[in-house]
T-cell receptor
Framework: AQSVTQLDSQVPVFEEAPVELRCNYSSSVSVYLFWYVQYPNQGLQLLLK??????LVKGINGFEAEFNKSQTSFHLRKPSVHISDTAEYFCAVSDQGGATNKLIFGTGTLLAVQP | KAGVTQTPRYLIKTRGQQVTLSCSPISGHRSVSWYQQTPGQGLQFLFEYFSETQRNKGNFPGRFSGRQFSNSRSEMNVSTLELGDSALYLC?????????????FGEGSWLTVV
């Protein structure tokens, strides 16, 4: 079974500052990793995903994440945030060998960007 | 290309009633999944359908059911509603069955049980 831990429920940050949202996972099998963003009253939008290859993954809106297998982490980073980045961010995993698209989500991190 | 469409967007039901939520996936997508989102439990997987067959099911009671039609559209049903079923129900679709495909989410159906 897999599980995902997002260590911070809320991260306040000032506009134009860098930010890192942390994600750790636990799994007995190889997994694919995802970051989704949810704006108020909306569904989830994929920011980026790691399937294989380079451990540094670049996504939309200037976000990137680094897969660290030894630390079982997949932290999300952005060098300079904007007010419009205020949203809930979810880390998720899926079983590489599974036959379904089932995603296991973390509890989410609310990124609150202040002017 | 139209995204994942869910109807209705908002609904209020009374305890004991049943509800049916509808999802139209992105054109050409054959996999449809459903998730429940609540403040207390977060995002939880309900089930996935692929080519009209349920391929996986989460840990929810039998009151939660779903189906997929030949045009890939999907419905989920919750019978004998309880207060705890109040949640945002998200539908998601992906092009095919392979794990790792990008999964696209709809805006959800907000269900309030009173």
């Amino acid at each position: 079974a897999q599980s995902v831990t997002q260590l911070d429920s809320q991260v306040p940050v000032f506009e134009e500052a860098p930010v890192e949202l942390r994600c750790n996972y636990s799994s007995s099998v190889s997994v694919y990793l995802f970051w989704y963003v949810q704006y108020p009253n909306q569904g989830l939008q994929l920011l980026l995903k790691y399937l294989s290859g380079s451990t540094l993954v670049k996504g939309i809106n200037g976000f990137e994440a680094e897969f660290n297998k030894s630390q079982t982490s997949f932290h999300l980073r952005k060098p300079s945030v904007h007010i419009s980045d205020t949203a809930e961010y979810f880390c998720a995993v899926s079983d590489q060998g599974g036959a379904t698209n089932k995603l296991i989500f973390g509890t989410g991190t609310l990124l609150a960007v202040q002017p | 290309k139209a995204g994942v469409t869910q109807t209705p967007r908002y609904l209020i039901k009374t305890r004991g009633q049943q509800v049916t939520l509808s999802c139209s996936p992105i054109s050409g997508h054959r996999s449809v999944s459903w998730y429940q989102q609540t403040p207390g439990q977060g995002l939880q997987f309900l089930f996935e359908y692929f080519s009209e067959t349920q391929r996986n099911k989460g840990n929810f009671p039998g009151r939660f059911s779903g189906r997929q039609f030949s045009n890939s559209r999907s419905e989920m049903n919750v019978s004998t509603l309880e207060l705890g079923d109040s949640a945002l129900y998200l539908c998601a679709s992906s092009p095919a069955g392979e794990v790792g495909n990008t999964i696209y989410f709809g805006e959800g159906s907000w269900l309030t049980v009173v």
